[in-house]
């Protein structure tokens, strides 16, 4: 909330801090919803839909966007030639998440595209998700520290991957309307 703060600067704010499966909020109580890059961290998403079902009144819209399954396929490639452990989330596909999204909402439009960033490097590569605030959040991830030698060996991984010289990081991102029925 600070950052939203310091980003709106004076202009009034009202920041709550809730769950998305259990919202703080009553019935039928906003006009709309728009979430961006959240939805994928949820661990019940048919209870996030379901919730923002609930707040929203009759006809409002629920707009979010999510990461789908190809996002950093080329950084998980590159840690399969490192490790066996996971390294990379596992996002769901875009009919499995609009199969719950219209058991609550009228679907009204979708769009899947992809977006690659290049960077120079290995180290600017990971700051960026750093900097994202992008974890690990699955079963089977390595515990502890990576250390110098493997962060090496994955970027001789990553580059012979590339046709380039620079490291390309795929983003699979959803977009996704709909309407309260």
């Known amino acids: 909330m600070a950052y939203s703060q310091q980003k709106l600067q004076h202009k009034p704010f009202y920041g709550i801090v809730g ?18 890059l959240m939805i994928q961290w949820s661990e019940h998403p048919q209870q996030l839909f379901s919730e923002a079902r609930r707040v929203l009144k ?9 990461l789908g399954p190809r996002t950093m396929h080329e950084l998980k490639a590159a840690w ?3 490790d066996p452990y996971v390294h990379v989330n596992q996002f769901q596909g875009k ?4 199969s719950e999204f219209q058991q609550h909402f009228d679907l ?8 690659v960033q290049m960077h120079h490097d290995l180290k600017s590569l990971l700051k960026e998700l750093k900097a994202i605030g992008a974890t690990n959040v699955n079963a089977g991830r390595r515990p502890g520290l990576g250390g110098r030698e493997r962060l090496r060996k ?5 580059r012979n991957q590339s046709d380039s010289d620079q490291l390309a990081l795929t983003y699979d991102l959803i977009w996704v309307i709909g309407q309260v029925r």
């Open 19 to 36: 769950d998305a499966e259990n919202l703080p909020f009553a019935n039928h109580c906003f006009d709309g919803i728009y979430s961006n």
């Open 154 to 158: 994955l970027e001789c991984s990553y």
């Open 80 to 82: 399969q030639q490192v």
């Open 108 to 115: 009204l439009q979708v769009r899947q595209q992809e977006y």
């Open 58 to 66: 009759p006809g409002s819209l629920f707009a979010f966007t999510t």
């Open 95 to 98: 009919q499995t998440i609009l």
